[in-house]
């Protein structure tokens, strides 16, 4: 029997997908291309099962990963300020040494 589910994680991934985007600065058009292309093409135009459509999605961005340094770099740079910048959002000052730190940990 298959657990249906109200748009929960359609909704999860595009949040990510948004704050990705947010986040960045100076997006590279051709990564926002690939995650937009690959929700559109899994979740907005797809009548597939929910756990389909993540598997799908899932699949398509593999094609997204990054293939130069620089690439993983800016990657980095994401993951660190979504993971350990969020909670410093409100507070300027805070954000700021948080966003320095990450481009330090995040040097190659």
């Known amino acids: 029997m298959e657990r249906r589910s109200s748009g929960g994680s359609a909704r999860i991934v595009a949040a990510v997908v948004v704050a990705l985007v947010v986040l960045a600065n100076g997006v590279n058009a051709q990564v926002y291309t690939c995650l937009g292309g690959c929700y559109n093409k899994c979740f907005l135009r797809s009548i597939k099962s929910n756990s389909e459509r993540l598997a799908c999605y899932y699949q398509c961005l593999t094609s997204c990963v990054p293939r130069s340094a620089a690439d ?6 994401i993951g660190c300020s979504l993971e350990l910048c969020i909670p410093a959002s409100g507070d300027g000052a805070s954000l700021e040494r948080c966003y320095g730190s990450c481009s330090n940990l ?3």
Do not use: A
């Open 106 to 108: 995040c040097k190659t």
């Open 72 to 77: 993983y770099q800016y990657y980095c740079q």
